[in-house]
């Protein structure tokens, strides 16, 4: 029954995995020399976790993507659309709200710096990106015939 599954699940996977764990990692640090460089209060390195009360359960709901369409394929439902599109639109919202969040607002007022956790998280978005893409594209798309909807 794994069978089913190619390189491109287990990858995306991994990316999934992945996700999960940059979560949990450091995210943003403060620098310990200036009393002003704050994360809601707090100094040192947070992570996604301790910063993100709603962003963290959005991440990781789309760390399951890529299981989900490994269930999919496992499981060989029948889909309307082709297998890894839903896990690419998922993946790329993703992406979207960890680059907005580490690249252009930033929590905190001043020197804040980015950690090992964001860029496991975004490195995570696109690996799953990736995979479902490639996924995507090697799924069978059902053609209909000319003035048909």
Request: no cysteine; hydrophobic share 50%.
């Amino acid at each position: 029954m794994t069978a089913r599954l190619r390189g491109t699940e287990l990858v995306g996977m991994a990316g999934g995995a992945l996700l999960v764990g940059g979560v949990f990692l450091p995210w943003y640090a403060t620098d310990s020399s200036n009393p002003h460089s704050q994360v809601d209060g707090r100094t040192g390195s947070l992570s996604a976790w301790e910063v993100h009360p709603i962003l963290r359960w959005l991440l990781l709901a789309a760390a399951t993507a890529p299981f989900v369409l490994a269930w999919i394929i496992l499981r060989g439902h029948a889909l309307s659309w082709a297998r890894g599109e839903m896990t690419v639109v998922t993946s790329i919202a993703a992406f979207g709200l960890v680059a907005y969040n580490g690249l252009v607002d930033r929590p905190g007022d001043i020197a804040i710096s980015l950690r090992l956790g964001f860029l496991a998280a975004l490195a995570a978005t696109l690996i799953m990106v990736g995979a479902a893409a490639k996924r995507s594209s090697e799924s069978e798309h059902p053609r209909k015939p000319p003035g048909t909807i």
